[in-house]
């Protein structure tokens, strides 16, 4: 129940496209929903996050969608651009879970020049 | 503003050598902080936290062990390194006794074996 499923697991799109993962979890007591970008040896870092008042989040090109009765929340990248490829990580916390983060698997995004 | 460092960057070690990672958080007090591990192309997985000095939990039974001898630093540790212990290893922090906290992460340690 603490598990967060995301998908792809690796994506390829073209430069100006719509990059889109998506993410879904089971434990509803989670309460934060960040997204993290990270490059080939490099440590994540904090790209966007999300709590569940709201059903969609914008910063920049980068846009969450949260649904809560579905339990699934998304990450939109506009005008994708060659340097947006790296790995995204979703993620879910919880008061109840200690502030421990419950990471998906990740998505390795490719975009084409 | 706050920033945190991992030492060393990378790292080859023989078969049943001992660890010892470090990491050390700045521009913040009573931070919580984490040891995560990532293998190859794979998520993350959390081997430790602490939400204060002295105070370790384990998420993942291991030969790895951790400590905080000070608020701002953690370390990972191991007497005898294992073939299986080879990976990407990450330490992050975030605000201590606060809810809905991002974690930072820091640049991690590469750790071979051999």
């Known amino acids: 129940q603490q598990q967060v499923k995301q998908s792809p697991q690796s994506l390829i799109v073209q430069k100006g496209g719509i990059s889109i993962i998506n993410c879904a979890y089971e434990?509803?007591?989670?309460?934060?929903f960040p997204w993290y970008q990270q490059f080939p040896g490099k440590g994540p870092a904090l790209l966007i996050a999300i709590r569940p008042d709201v059903s969609e989040k914008k910063e920049g090109r980068f846009t969450i969608s949260f649904n809560k009765s579905a339990k699934q929340f998304s990450l939109h990248i506009m005008d994708s651009q060659p340097g947006d490829s790296a790995t995204y990580f979703c993620a879910a916390a919880s008061d109840n879970y200690g502030q421990n983060f419950v990471f998906g698997p990740g998505t390795r995004l490719s975009v084409l020049p | 503003s706050q920033t945190i460092h991992q030492w060393p960057a990378t790292l080859v070690q023989p078969v049943g050598s001992p660890l010892s990672l470090e990491c050390t958080v700045e521009g913040t007090s009573n931070p919580n902080l984490y040891w995560y591990r990532q293998a190859a192309g794979r998520g993350l997985q959390l081997l430790f936290y602490?939400?204060?000095?002295?105070?370790i939990s384990s998420e993942v039974p291991q030969n790895l062990s951790a400590s905080r001898p000070q608020d701002r630093q953690f370390i990972l540790s191991s007497k005898k390194l294992l073939l299986s212990d080879s990976g990407f290893y990450l330490c992050a922090w975030s605000a201590g006794h606060k809810v809905n906290q991002p974690q930072h992460f820091g640049d991690g340690t590469r750790l071979s074996i051999l």
């Open positions: 434990n509803t007591a989670f309460d934060y």
């Open positions: 602490s939400v204060g000095i002295g105070q």
